[in-house]
């Protein structure tokens, strides 16, 4: 079924862009919402002459996209919850926690339009995205702290410190796996000298 968008509608179009749907969507989303009206020949006619508004409104609503994505990228945000033992969350972080801490700071956005790079179940610093427009979306980061200000303190200071164990660990690693190299090329060295000599 062929209906005409009064709304920009996120994966299907903007205002004013004739798109083909499945009949019930049409009807039980689209039209009942006022978000699109049937592409009939008089709605086509109104579409020709109301051409201009949409495109005011589009270009509109793209400056706006652009201006609130210019205030949000690079921002880090908070959100603060409980934790159990080594900074394991009850639950997990989700978009509506994060439309939450948005809001906190001013930007009203539909959750819908959040997305994480990951599931949130500890404390640290994350990735999220949100799609301001068809054309434009922005990476922000999310702060997971704990919502006691000396346990936050004492599970920041933990995980610093595991992180600080597992790099010293892969240096080790690397160091024991070029050392095993340099052994390797020494015994194949010995080996050729031995055959050159016999």
């Known amino acids: 079924m062929k209906v005409i968008l009064l709304e920009d509608i996120n994966n299907l179009g903007q205002a004013g862009e004739i798109v083909e749907v499945k009949r019930g ?41 652009q201006e609130k994505a210019e205030k949000i990228s690079g921002q880090a945000f908070t959100i603060k919850v409980k934790t159990g033992e080594a900074g394991r969350l009850f639950g997990s972080v989700t978009t509506m926690d994060l439309a939450g801490a948005l809001a906190d700071n001013g930007y009203l956005v539909d959750r819908k339009d959040l997305s994480l790079s990951e599931n949130i179940k500890e404390i640290g ?25 000396a346990k936050q303190k004492v599970l920041a200071e933990a995980k610093l410190a595991a992180e600080a164990k597992e790099a010293a660990e892969k240096a080790v690693a ?25």
């Open 25 to 65: 969507y049409a009807n039980n989303y689209l039209l009942r919402q006022n978000f699109a009206v049937r592409a009939t020949k008089e709605n086509l006619n109104t579409l020709k002459t109301q051409k201009k508004a949409f495109e005011a409104k589009r270009a509109r609503n793209l400056a706006e996209a």
């Open 125 to 149: 610093t994350y990735t999220a995205n949100i799609k301001l427009h068809p054309e434009i979306s922005v990476n922000f980061t999310i702060n997971v702290e704990d919502e006691d200000p």
């Open 174 to 198: 690397e160091e024991a796996a070029e050392a095993k190299e340099v052994a390797d090329q020494i015994e194949a060295a010995l080996a050729d000298s031995e055959e050159d000599s016999e």
